[in-house]
């Protein structure tokens, strides 16, 4: 082998190196717990999430997370487009308003960039109000 394949060889396993010591942050899992309360307009609710690191419980700040909502039982047909959360009064904790189109099933998408990437997929249950 000569001193060239040599260079290159190191060099991949230099690359190789550093890209598996870079996995583990990459491939952090975070998990969310979600309180949706409704408001006194119908369809629309104030929402808690608080992030955390899905192995530690560790609260997560510094994130930006951005909540949609689809409903499952109609791909497609109702899908409601991201709304920004805002850092709530706690480490970990974000708030938004979120408006449905209509009561039933949902899936809470939760779109997280920052100290770690995710999406984390949330079932919620908009029912009617009893009057």
């Known amino acids: 082998m000569s001193l ?5 060889c190191a060099l991949l396993s230099l690359a ?8 583990p942050a990459a491939a952090q899992r975070l998990a969310a ?21 899905a192995k530690t419980g560790k609260p997560v700040s510094g ?8 409903m499952p039982s109609m791909p497609m047909a109702h899908n ?8 709530g009064a706690a480490p970990g904790e974000y708030d938004a308003r979120i408006e449905l ?8 998408k939760l779109n997280v960039r920052g100290p770690a ?3 984390i997929v949330k ?3 908009a029912r009617e109000p009893v009057r």
């Open 4 to 8: 060239r394949d040599r260079l290159r």
């Open 16 to 23: 190789l190196a550093s890209a598996a010591a870079a996995l």
């Open 33 to 53: 717990d979600v309180d949706c309360k409704p408001t006194k307009h119908d369809l629309v609710y104030d929402c808690r999430f608080v992030l955390k690191e």
């Open 63 to 70: 994130a930006e997370l951005a909540v949609g909502a689809d």
């Open 80 to 87: 409601v487009k991201p709304v920004k959360a805002k850092p």
């Open 101 to 108: 189109e209509m009561f039933g099933e949902w899936a809470l």
């Open 117 to 119: 990437r995710d999406v």
């Open 123 to 125: 079932k919620f249950s």
